[in-house]
């Protein structure tokens, strides 16, 4: 604390000034005349803080904060007196995704570089670069990823298509607008598609619902069980990976009539119509 003619002032701990007593001359620092039997708050730190989109970027700031701190990298603060006018200057690339804007406490202020805010309050500044944003989910059928699915982009000529387990990722511009369609032959899907609006943030979870039948593929091991007329043939159906027989025949339609010393080494056949058993 400290007396003048009448009047007192006194630093709180939170940094704050607090002046009181007779004010004819404005020596309180108010900015009025009025005397002040109460203490009044005559000065307030004022916190800006400096934020990117991207992680540790270097920010130059003029002028020097209270504490004698000036540029910095993301994500730093710095103290000022009241109505203090800091000017920010942000690189104009960074690993090559050009800056964008500069947002003020979420608001969108606009592309000007450098940026001056006067610390009126406590403000948060960011600036904001166009990079590459990430939109990545999955495809499934029951709980089971579908592979194959292709899912195309506005505005891109080439789609994604989902991995063995159903699950995709792919990068769109910052500020991409557009609408996203999966597509598969015999497939109808749920959403039948997505719509993104200016999309600035990487976005998980864009899964996607089948319920569409598909053929299954077989991996086959050796033929077992073979005889004149039939053998067993045991595969993995894809894609669940469940495993299974299945029997045929082959030969003439008499097979007592196959002479005794034919013998059958190897036969490639074409299967269709088969069902599990």
Known sequence: ??????????????????????????????????????????????????????????????????????????????????NTQV?????????????????????????????????????????????????????TCSSVGVDGVSISFTGYASPVTTASDGTYSTTVDYNYSGTATPSKNGCTFTPSSRTYNNVTSSMTGQDYYTACLQAPSVTTGPATNVTEHSATLNGTVNPNGLSTTYYF????????????????LATVETMSLFQPT
């Open 1 to 82: 604390m400290a007396a003048g003619d009448g009047h007192t002032i006194g630093l709180k701990s939170d940094g704050t000034l607090w002046a009181w007593g007779r004010n004819n001359y404005g020596q309180l620092g108010d900015g009025t005349y009025m005397q002040r039997d109460d203490p009044v708050q005559i000065w307030t730190p004022r916190t800006l803080t400096v934020n990117s989109n991207l992680s540790n970027v270097n920010v130059t700031v003029s002028p020097v904060d209270n504490n004698g701190n000036g540029n910095g990298t993301t994500v730093f603060t710095r103290t000022y007196d009241n």
């Open 87 to 139: 000017t920010l200057t942000a690189p104009s690339s960074i690993v090559g995704a050009p800056f964008n804007h500069w947002e003020k406490d979420g608001v969108n202020v606009g592309s000007t570089n450098p940026i001056t805010v006067t610390m009126d309050a406590d403000h948060t500044v960011t600036a904001v670069y166009a990079s590459l944003q990430t939109i990545s989910g999955k495809v």
């Open 249 to 264: 025949e082959w030969g003439r339609p008499l097979p007592t009539e196959i002479p005794p010393a034919v013998s059958l």
